[in-house]
């Protein structure tokens, strides 16, 4: 491919940006207390005192309910087992099916399949990057029994219209809110706002602890299913299920290992505890680009609703191949070679994937999309969410610039790389020609 003039070697940046890293000396302090401690787990699979962990799963949990107005959180190894032990503490199963967006990563739409229902994918809105609630209303069915809806990039879904679908048809909602910690949607916490909500401590997410999940309910019900299914309710259930007449109610269900240990636990509340201030200082870098970004009409800043706090997980914006006459991956390695990586959103669309493709996952049997209990044709063929489609090949990308410790001064640098482009888009346009 012929060299661009612009990767003449004089690149904006001269190094490689540092990365965002939130772990500092109070986490290293709680994981070498915890070591001391000697107690690196205190979960117990039988009924009994340590059911539910050790005492810093159960502050982590207590500081949740605190936090977000809650009345039952419950710990997980990840946010994908959370949203597992979601889906099964509605008591969802074959048959049934759960609204759910292409936009995400691949464990949600999985949540559904591990419980051996049917994800049907609605598609998404431009703005929001959410779920659409128009699309949902084209996906109802007599088996639709939840909608799973995703708070993508520290955003939210618009949940005015979609809160009236769930209420006029009785279905539930479970909020997978694993990279918005912290946000809002009309003053309300996004995660708090469905029936369950899932939060994530992974490597990558806002906060974290390398692995870890929690999963939010007003709910005694659906609160007491999740800490069985997180440990392995199955072998005890007898024991907590008796009656006050001494005999013994019998609640179907199974349940897996999908505890947090205690040091991840105790790294999780020191994570939590900054928070606020982590996505302040987001925010404001996010704000920043964004009344930047408004001198380009050929890019579009994210959607933030009315009384609402997006927290920039990562910034997401929308590249308009036709106003500037060039495609996302020129645009994409031009930046790079300024130094400023840019990443494409939505890159995957779950329907997408092999075995949605193929409707199967196992060798010998094409259970679940097919059955007994499902005796129906749900469609993952490629077209069914065009507004993801697009976002995914043509317009969605995502920066990191907006985490510390980037500064304005490293944002206004992204801003001359664009500039740079606008200003050589001639050449640009005969270097894609070449
Ligand atoms: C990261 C992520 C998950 C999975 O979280 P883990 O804690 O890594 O299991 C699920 N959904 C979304 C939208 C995510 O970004």
């Known amino acids: 491919m012929q060299k661009l003039a612009l990767f003449n070697g004089k690149s904006i940046l001269k190094k490689a940006l540092p990365r965002y890293n939130s772990i500092g000396k109070k986490e290293e302090q709680a994981a070498v207390r915890v070591v001391r401690e000697e107690l690196l787990s ?86 929001s990057f959410c779920l659409d609630s128009e699309s949902i209303k084209k996906n109802v069915s007599k088996k639709t029994k939840a909608i799973l809806a995703v708070n ?139 009344e930047k970004l408004s001198q380009f009409n050929w890019l579009v800043s994210p959607l933030v609703f009315k009384n609402s706090i997006h927290v920039y997980y990562s910034y997401p914006f929308r590249f308009l191949a036709d106003k500037i006459g060039i495609k996302r991956t020129t645009f994409i390695k031009t930046m790079e070679a300024e130094g400023f990586p840019l990443f494409i959103g939505c890159e995957n669309p779950i329907h997408l994937l092999p075995i949605y493709q193929k409707k199967r996952i196992y060798p010998n049997s094409k259970f679940p999309f097919v059955s007994k209990e499902y005796p129906h044709n749900v469609s993952y063929k490629k077209g069914i969410c065009p507004v993801a489609e697009r976002m995914s090949e043509k317009e969605l990308l995502e920066t990191t610039i907006c985490q510390p410790p980037q500064t304005k001064k490293e944002i206004d640098l992204f801003i001359s790389a664009i500039k740079k482009i606008e200003q050589n888009i001639e050449e640009l346009r005969k270097y894609e020609k070449a």
């Open 152 to 290: 993508m990039h520290g955003g939210s879904a618009d949940y005015g219209p979609i809160l009236k679908i769930i209420r006029k048809r009785k279905l539930k909602i479970i909020e997978d809110n694993a990279q918005s910690a912290g946000a809002t949607y009309k003053r309300k916490f996004t995660g708090t706002i469905g029936d369950i909500g899932i939060f994530s401590f992974n490597v990558h997410k806002i906060i974290q602890c390398g692995e870890g999940g929690v999963l939010v309910t007003n709910n005694k019900k659906y609160g007491f299913r999740a800490q069985l299914i997180r440990n392995h309710g199955e072998a005890v259930i007898n024991d907590l299920c008796k009656l006050p007449n001494g005999k013994r109610s019998f609640e179907p269900i199974l349940g897996n290992n999908y505890r947090l240990s205690e040091i991840h636990a105790a790294i999780a509340i020191e994570q939590f505890k900054k928070m606020d201030k982590l996505n302040k200082q987001r925010i404001a870098l996010a704000d920043y680009l964004t």
């Open 42 to 127: 205190g979960f117990v699979g039988r009924a009994g005192d340590y059911f539910l962990g050790g005492k810093y799963v159960k502050e982590l949990e207590k500081r949740f309910c605190e936090y977000f107005n809650v009345k039952y959180a419950v710990s997980f190894n990840s946010a994908s087992t959370a949203l597992q032990a979601a889906v099964g503490a509605l008591g969802i199963g074959p048959g049934d099916e759960v609204i759910t967006s292409p936009y995400t990563m691949s464990s949600t739409a999985s949540a559904v399949l591990f419980n051996n229902a049917l994800p049907v994918f609605a598609d998404i809105e431009e703005n």
